[in-house]
């Protein structure tokens, strides 16, 4: 038996307790496959991040829920990020490259002295259509068929994990929501594994464009991630090609998540149409909460 120090951070928030918690083990190179699983497992986060060296970048990330490993985290990207930053691990450093299961992405890490942002640029956006009922779907989530807006489309979209975008017409159904992830696969005929997120263009915060929830495929162990990074990419992606296409590049939003947990967190969206597609960036920050040994 060995034990493994963790660092737990909160994205997407400068307040302690909110945004969304990540476990950072800083030693990941030590570890293998199977202790890293154990690892997030027995942190229970929605995400635990092993940074790791890269033959193609300036490092390797790889992103554990409690039930497997994922091609990308947004917000666990975040907190490591900011981690290595305010750690002095990075030093003058401020554009890195991260190796990840979807590519290799481009990193800004800025720093005033006082404050820390990271930007980080997602994977191509991709989209593909649900076919499936839309009234077995709002059943699922504890709403009414009639509370989705079908004015847009329900479907699959990636930044990096794909997730099915849900457009809900009020805050109200969103709050309303009660979710029964372990109905999910048999919804989501096409993509069993896919995760589902809710939005609605109601928000809490009168500066905040987009307002998302975010739950979990019941393979991952958790039930709902309180503000989630890559979602929000591909929610600015939504926008720019189903709510309003003529939105000017580069498309900047602000997305809130996080309320009905009391997790709130924001994350700032761009969008830049380019000749070969979309070009999505997220920026955010993170605060440091706790640290504690794991024995696997």
């Known amino acids: 038996m060995k034990k493994v120090r963790v660092y737990h951070y909160e994205a997407f928030s400068r307040e302690p307790h909110k945004g969304n918690p990540a476990g950072i083990v800083l030693n990941g190179d030590e570890l293998t496959e199977i202790e890293m699983q154990e690892i997030a497992h027995k942190v229970g986060f929605n995400e635990s991040a092993f940074p790791v060296r890269s033959n193609r970048a300036d490092l390797r990330m790889r992103f554990f829920t409690p039930g497997h490993e994922s091609d ?17 691990l990075l030093g003058e450093k401020t554009e890195l490259t991260m190796e990840t299961n979807v590519g290799v992405l481009p990193l800004q890490v800025d720093s005033d002295g006082q404050d820390v942002t990271i930007t980080m640029q ?15 779907l709002a059943h699922s ?10 004015n847009l489309p329900v479907t699959y979209g990636s930044t990096g994990n794909w997730t099915l975008l849900v457009p809900v017409k009020s805050l109200d159904a969103i709050k ?28 809490f915060d009168e500066e905040a464009d987009m307002h998302g929830r975010h739950f979990s495929s019941p393979y991952s162990g958790t039930i ?27 498309l ?39 640290e504690f040994e794991v024995a696997i």
């Open 224 to 250: 709902e991630d309180p503000v989630t990074g890559t979602a929000s990419g591909v929610m600015g992606a939504y926008y720019a090609t189903f709510i309003d296409q003529k939105a000017e590049s580069p």
């Open 141 to 150: 989530l504890g709403i009414k068929r009639n509370d989705i807006d079908s």
């Open 252 to 290: 900047n939003l602000l997305v809130e998540q996080g309320q009905e947990v009391e997790r709130d967190g924001r994350v700032n969206v761009q969008v830049t149409k380019t000749d070969k597609g979309m070009k999505v960036q997220i920026t955010g920050t993170a605060v440091k909460v706790d």
């Open 122 to 136: 997602q994977a191509p956006p991709e989209f593909r259509n649900f076919n499936g009922s839309i009234g077995d």
């Open 176 to 203: 309303r929501m009660k979710p029964d992830n372990d109905r999910f696969p048999s919804i989501l005929k096409e993509m069993p594994r896919a995760s589902v997120h809710p939005f609605c263009l109601e928000t």
């Open 72 to 88: 990308l985290c947004g917000h666990a990207t975040m907190a490591t990020l900011f981690a290595l930053k305010t750690k002095g």
